[in-house]
């Protein structure tokens, strides 16, 4: 696998740790009635999702397209 692809991977692996580590915290209801819970992970889990899928789709088709294997 080539250095290039691993790098545009890091953001893909941070979305997912973002998402699981969301279900893991969980909410809870203070007893005064406020909700407790880390909800900034949730976007920046897909943030990070996009960004990483994005740089993977660009590096396959600059890649492709490079070596000439279109028609």
Do not use: W
């Amino acid at each position: 696998m080539k250095r290039k692809y691993l790098y545009a991977s890091i953001p893909v692996i941070m979305g997912a740790i973002c998402m699981v580590s969301y279900n893991i915290i969980g909410s809870r209801v203070e007893p005064d009635g406020t909700l407790v819970e880390p909800f900034f992970l949730i976007p920046l889990g897909y943030l990070f999702s996009f960004v990483g899928i994005a740089t993977l789709i660009i590096f396959a088709l600059t890649s492709f397209l490079k070596n000439g294997n279109h028609q």
